[in-house]
């Protein structure tokens, strides 16, 4: 407005004005941020929490950049139960959790979705049930082998047919996702799985087959997961964005077959 002395800032000009100061003091912030890590030089340790099934999928792609980003980083995966995870974000012990990790929903933790991936069964490669879908009195006949591991995702078909009130015949409980091939190439068993393994199991050559299963089993929603403490942490954002680059539904290595 127009005063004595000249023109002089308005209340609304005043708020704005301090709406872009503090705009611009966080630009300049990240900005600055970003430049105090350089992967190319520094000699970081990576915390990643992840399952046995999670190093499979998300390793290889991860170790792949980092060798050709940040030649002298040292990835170092952990497998931690769910209140000691939540600890070691916190704490900045474990940088990301990667994968499926249900627990982590409280709002001191941020998250992204990185791609979907869903159930199969595996058969014996020779097993007289054929064709690409089992139906269920095929599914209902069978012996089970039923795999419970330290990875959250097997919670989710055990979870529906709970829900569906859906009875297995089972035959084997386990926790050991690595035995499977050899237990379900060599009897009558059948085994539901993540996609991901299933197809890797059946591509390194074992006596098995990938058949679709005869229920709408929900999806396994992968995401990585960081606590508020890191958030504008530089090490813990460059790592964010290399893993938020490198897993897209569009990206993923492990399609689903059917």
Not at 74 to 98: I, M
Not at 116 to 142: K, N, Y
Not at 147 to 172: N, P
Request: proline share 7%; aromatic share 8%.
């Amino acid at each position: 407005v127009r005063t004595a002395r000249g023109m002089s800032p308005t209340a609304r000009a005043h708020a704005l004005a301090a709406g872009a100061r503090e705009v611009l003091a966080r630009i300049a912030d990240d900005v600055l941020s970003e430049a105090s890590f350089d992967p190319a030089s520094a000699s970081a340790t990576f915390t990643i929490a992840m399952s046995d099934v999670g190093e499979m999928v998300f390793l290889p792609k991860i170790l792949e950049s980092l060798q050709r980003e940040a030649p002298h980083a040292v990835v170092r995966s952990v497998s931690l139960p769910p209140a000691r995870l939540e600890q070691a974000l916190e704490s900045g012990e474990a940088d990301l959790a990667v994968g499926y990790f249900p627990d982590l929903k409280s709002s001191a933790f941020f998250q992204q979705r990185l791609f979907t991936h869903r159930f199969v069964c595996l058969l014996r490669a020779d097993h007289p049930i054929r064709g690409r879908r089992l139906t269920l009195e095929q599914f209902l006949s069978l012996g089970h082998a039923v795999v419970r591991a330290e990875g959250r995702s097997q919670e989710i078909f055990e979870k529906y047919l709970e829900r569906k009130k859906i009875a297995r015949r089972i035959v084997l409980l386990t926790p050991h996702f690595m035995s499977i091939p050899t237990i379900i190439g060599k009897t009558d068993l059948v085994v539901t799985l993540p996609h991901a393994i299933g197809l890797f199991f059946s591509q390194a050559g074992a006596n098995i087959k990938v058949m679709e299963p005869p229920l709408p089993i929900p999806r396994i929603e992968l995401r990585q997961h960081w606590h508020r403490n890191a958030h504008h942490d530089p090490k813990n954002k460059w790592l964010r964005r290399l893993v938020a680059g490198l897993f897209t539904d569009a990206s993923d290595e492990w399609p689903y077959p059917f």
